[in-house]
């Protein structure tokens, strides 16, 4: 809005063409993202406190966690709005790649939002059915990619981190690829919310990681000198980056560790579905495996588990997702947490690599 508002002013006065760079409205957007979290948390945590929307916990999990019945969940409506208003304000509106990424953000952020409010309306850790939240992410995601796959200017081929020669052409398969991805970004943060500050960390390294990604695959001088795809437009997705940078450090001063509320599924599920996202417009879609790196593990554990529960009766960590099996060994949380966060920090300058190593 304020891009469309005052560069056209930069005939008149030269200041204004400041907003034609993307690299300023990204920064912008992210200072914004992070006041709206600074302002708001305090009165979102107040009325949360105040209507009793509290966490309901499993009394299967840590006993340490028994503490924690209570405290404020559905923060996530904190990180949404701080997504979407700075979006709004410093991206280019007419750009397809924004809209369809803040469909995917706030769809699956109001998935979320019910399977929160039926947790807390019943006072208990079950929301929406498996079944029932799995069929309306696959429909917001199969829209998003039906979107991207009829845009003329969208490629449909698959590029493969370290090797620039290998880019297979997947055609209509694209669009179940794209499903998959999103999706499996949006359920592998989810599962990763599990402990205070653990899943908001390796999100606010994913999206600066992807920020660079992203400014990268739009320009197109340095996307040939790279030899990676270049996408025309998905430069403003930087813009996106930046705001869930923000928005993830604004609500990490509220959720580290004791952590005075949780973003609960509205804000795991959305930041999630962001991620994938622009994974897949960047044309990063793999290299999403090396920066959601702990996502990836913390969701192959819950697999892995069940699996060998289901198969030989057998369970492969003491419980799943791993993050708990650490907590059950006798890791104090703070530990667990900061160290995951220092893995994902390894693995973003891993994926930042496969720029160069091709």
């Not at 270049?230 to 959720?255: R, T």
Request: proline share 4%.
């Amino acid at each position: 809005m304020l891009y469309h508002l005052l560069y056209p002013l930069h005939t008149e006065f030269s200041v204004f063409y400041v907003f034609k760079f993307i690299t300023f409205r990204t920064i912008y957007a992210a200072i914004t993202a992070l006041l709206i979290s600074f302002l708001l948390g305090p009165w979102l945590i107040r009325t949360l406190s105040r209507l009793q929307i509290g966490q309901s916990i499993r009394k299967v999990g840590p006993e340490s966690h028994f503490k924690k019945e209570g405290t404020p969940t559905m923060g996530g409506t904190l990180i949404l709005l701080a997504i979407v208003l700075p979006v709004l304000l410093w991206a280019d509106l007419n750009n397809i790649y924004v809209w369809i990424t803040l469909l995917v953000t706030v769809g699956f952020g109001a998935v979320g939002f019910i399977d929160d409010y039926r947790k807390v309306k019943r006072k208990s850790s079950d929301g929406l059915s498996a079944r029932g939240k799995m069929f309306w992410l696959l429909l917001v995601s199969t829209a998003a990619a039906a979107l991207l796959y009829i845009y003329p200017s969208f490629d449909t081929t698959l590029a493969f981190p370290f090797f620039k020669g290998l880019r297979p052409e997947l055609g209509l398969l694209y669009v179940p690829f794209i499903v998959l991805v999103v999706v499996g970004s949006g359920n592998a943060v989810n599962l990763t919310d599990g402990l205070d500050g653990l899943a908001i960390g390796p999100m606010i390294i994913a999206s600066a990681t992807y920020l660079l990604f992203a400014y990268v695959a739009g320009n197109a001088k340095l996307a040939a000198y790279l030899q990676i795809s270049s996408v025309q437009g998905a430069g403003e997705l930087a813009i996106v980056c930046g705001a869930m940078v923000g928005a993830g450090l604004g609500f990490l001063w509220f959720n580290t560790y004791p952590a005075q509320v949780f973003m609960g599924d509205v804000g795991s599920l959305s930041l999630g579905g962001a991620l994938g996202t622009i994974a897949v417009i960047t044309k990063q879609e793999l290299v999403l495996v090396i920066v959601g790196g702990i996502f990836v593990v913390e969701a192959l554990s819950v697999i892995a588990q069940v699996t060998s529960f289901r198969l030989w009766g057998k369970r492969i960590f003491r419980m799943a997702p791993i993050h708990h099996h650490f907590e059950l060994k006798g890791w104090p949380e703070p530990k667990i947490i900061v160290r995951f966060w220092i893995i994902s920090i390894i693995l973003a300058l891993i994926a930042l690599s496969t720029l160069k190593l091709r």
